[in-house]
C-alpha cells in the first residue's frame, strides 16, 4: 500500500508559477513511475505529466515547455513545476503511481495509487 499526499496548491494570478510536491510513504519509491493528473470541472482526470523509474519524462502535449516533472527518490518526493500559469489550468491537481504497466503511462488507468488532490487556482 502506497500513500501519497499533494501540497503546493494555492490561488495564483496568470502569468504565477507554482510547485507542486508529491510525498510518498510505503512500498519501494524508486521502482515506480509516477504521474500527475488534473481534474476541473468534468469528470476526466487530464495527464499532466509523469516521470518514470528510470527518470524518463512524458508531458501533456503542447506544455513541454511550461511543465517540469522531476523526483527526488531519496526523500521519496515527486514534484511539478508549473510556470506561466493560465485560467486554464485551474484544476485539482493529483499524484498518482503507476502500477499497470501494460497501460499508458498517460492514462489514468495505469496508477493504482492515487493522492487526494490539491487545487491549483489560476484567475484571470
Known amino acids: 500500500q502506497v500513500q501519497l499526499v499533494e501540497s503546493g496548491g494555492a490561488l495564483v494570478q496568470t502569468g504565477d508559477s507554482l510547485r507542486l510536491s508529491c510525498a510518498a510513504s510505503g512500498g519501494n519509491f524508486g521502482e515506480y513511475d509516477m504521474g500527475w493528473f488534473r481534474q476541473g470541472i468534468g469528470p476526466e482526470r487530464e495527464f499532466v505529466a509523469a516521470i518514470s523509474r528510470g527518470d524518463m519524462t512524458y508531458y501533456l502535449h503542447g506544455e513541454e515547455g511550461r511543465f517540469t516533472v522531476s523526483r527526488d527518490n531519496a526523500k521519496s518526493m515527486v514534484y511539478l513545476q508549473m510556470n506561466s500559469l493560465r485560467p486554464e489550468d485551474t484544476a485539482v491537481y493529483y499524484c498518482?503511481?503507476?502500477?499497470?504497466?501494460?497501460?499508458?503511462?498517460?492514462?489514468?488507468?495505469?496508477?493504482?495509487?492515487w493522492g487526494q488532490g490539491t487545487q491549483v487556482t489560476v484567475s484571470s
Open positions: 498518482a503511481v503507476r502500477t499497470i504497466r501494460h497501460t499508458t503511462i498517460r492514462s489514468p488507468e495505469a496508477y493504482v495509487y
